[in-house]
Every structure is written in C-alpha cells, then in structure tokens.
T-cell receptor, first 112, second 113 residues
Framework: DQQVKQNSPSLSVQEGRISILNCDYT??????FLWYKKYPAEGPTFLIS?????DKNEDGRFTVFLNKSAKHLSLHIVPSQPGDSAVYFC???????????FGKGTSLLVTP | DSGVTQTPKHLITATGQRVTLRCSPR?????VYWYQQSLDQGLQFLIQ???????AKGNILERFSAQQFPDLHSELNLSSLELGDSALYFC????????????FGQGTRLTVV
C-alpha cells in the first residue's frame, strides 16, 4: 500500500524556468515531510524538509509547500539548472525518528 | 559524502545463497534504517534499529534479518536468495531527536543469478 505517491514519473523543464514536483500522501498521521535527490549510482541526498506545523519552507532555489487539508506537497525549484537533473523522491514520516515512507520518484530533466 | 558507509558496493550471487550487507552509520547516529529499491520502485522500508534494538519493521521478508552491533554498525542478512531479491539495498542513519533527516549510504547492488 503506497502511502506516498508521486504520480509523475518524469518531468522535463528548460533551464531557467520553474520546476514543480508534486507529491500526495494518504496517511494523516504523517507530520514530517522531506525531499531527496538521487543521482545514478549514488544514495539519496537530503534536499529540504517541512514540518506539518508549517506550510512553506524555503532554502535558496528550493521551496517546499505543504497543503495538509489536501494531503499534498510540492517542491519548487527556481531557477532550474541542468545540474538539477536527477530523480527526486518525496518522503514522509509519522512520529519523529521513525522510518521514512518514500514515493516512487520523479525523474527531472533540465535542458539547456 | 554522507558519512554512511556500505559494503560491498556490488554483489553477485546465485539463487539459494546467503549474503550479508554491512553498514557503518555516521558518527553519533544511533538509528540505522535499511531500504530496498527494486526496478521502477521507490525505496521500500525494511527495518530500523535504534541503539542496538529493533525499533520498526516494514516489508521485510522472513528470509531477511538484520542486527545492530554495540559499535552501532549494522548488518542485513539475506538468505535463500531468489531472482526477485535483486535490488539496490540502502542503509541510512539519523541522529536521535525529532524532525531529523536520514543520511543514506551509496547502496549495495545485489544481483541474484
């Protein structure tokens, strides 16, 4: 049972434009949400997170938005750069310090 | 470099065999998590250890087992291997406390032939 869903397997964006990656979750107990970035042959690397008490968190070019009523979060990358091309995983957890539930990932391609 | 070390990086073995994957967490991290990533799948949570004790179990098969040792390194044992067990196995670690991200190793690619 997939509790975290990323319904877009892939996304292509031009350099300089905004990339928007979406994620939906079904478990209302989730209270901490994260985005990870993964390059081929490497482990996922942490990108940005948000707690359920917030609806927005920003870190440089990356912003995560959380809509708890819709059980939806999104990652905005502005401006997108070719080096951002990677697979992005959305993850969520309930009860701090417990395991993360991951989506299947969205492959982002940023073209020059 | 995340600070999480996994060995070996690649492993090829035959069906029916048993293998052990090893993980050394970041210094100071008490939690260790194991994840499996099969083709076209997300990361499936297998099991979590916290300071030597099992804390949570996910979709881990009975043929698989894990442990965390006093020095906090962890091992994932996979036995009676089947072709479908071929996957990337990731270990992650995190510090104690709330709202903390997990740091992942580079993974072990297991191929069962």
């Amino acid at each position: 049972d997939q509790q975290v869903k990323q319904n877009s397997p892939s996304l292509s964006v031009q350099e300089g434009r905004i990339s928007i990656l979406n994620c939906d979750y079904t478990n209302s107990m989730f209270d901490y949400f994260l985005w990870y970035k993964k390059y081929p042959a490497e482990g996922p690397t942490f990108l940005i997170s948000i707690s359920s008490i917030k609806d927005k968190n920003e870190d440089g070019r990356f912003t995560v938005f959380l809509n708890k009523s819709a059980k939806h979060l999104s990652l905005h990358i502005v401006p997108s750069q070719p080096g951002d091309s990677a697979v992005y995983f959305c993850a969520a957890s309930a009860n701090s310090g417990y395991a993360l539930n991951f989506g299947k990932g969205t492959s982002l391609l940023v073209t020059p | 470099d995340s600070g999480v070390t996994q060995t070996p990086k690649h492993l090829i073995t035959a069906t029916g065999q048993r293998v052990t994957l090893r993980c050394s967490p970041r210094s100071g991290d008490l939690s260790v998590y194991w994840y499996q990533q099969s083709l076209d799948q997300g990361l499936q949570f297998l099991i979590q250890y916290y300071n030597g004790e099992e804390r949570a179990k996910g979709n881990i098969l009975e043929r698989f087992s894990a442990q965390q040792f006093p020095d906090l390194h962890s091992e994932l044992n996979l036995s009676s291997l089947e072709l479908g067990d071929s996957a990337l196995y990731f270990c992650a670690s995190s510090v104690p406390g709330s709202d903390t991200e997990a740091f992942f190793g580079q993974g072990t690619r297991l191929t069962v032939v």
